[in-house]
Structures are given as C-alpha cells and as structure tokens.
C-alpha cells in the first residue's frame, strides 16, 4: 500500500513538473502506468490471498462437499 501512495505522490510530482514545464507529458503517463500496475499487482495479491484462505478453510473440513 504504500508503495501505491508514493506512486501516487510521483503522479503528483509529475503533473506539477509538467505544468511548469519541467517534464513532458510521457513522464505523467509512465507515473500513471506505473501507479496503475501497482494497483493491479495488490489487487492480484489480494485475490490469490483470499483463494488460499478458501482452500485452507476447506482443506480443514469447512463448507459444504
């Protein structure tokens, strides 16, 4: 999660150097790809948490067979 939030900061960051004319669009639109992808990779993490969290339960008897 924090590793979103300082992503998040570099779009900021980004969109500010950009606006002063500092950096060009590219570098707001990789900060953003780079947010987006680490926003997938959580997401990812949570849902392989949540299978294994399943299959542990039914491996020790739980649920309906």
């Known amino acids: 999660m924090k590793e979103i939030d300082h992503l998040e900061i570099a779009v900021n960051v980004s969109n500010d150097l950009y606006l002063s004319g500092y950096a060009n669009y590219l570098e707001i639109i990789n900060a ?3 947010k987006l ?7 990812d993490i949570q849902l392989r948490n949540a299978n294994s969290q399943v299959l542990l339960y039914k491996a020790l008897g739980g649920g309906m067979n």
């Open 32 to 34: 953003q790809k780079n």
């Open 37 to 43: 992808q680490a926003e997938l990779d959580f997401v």
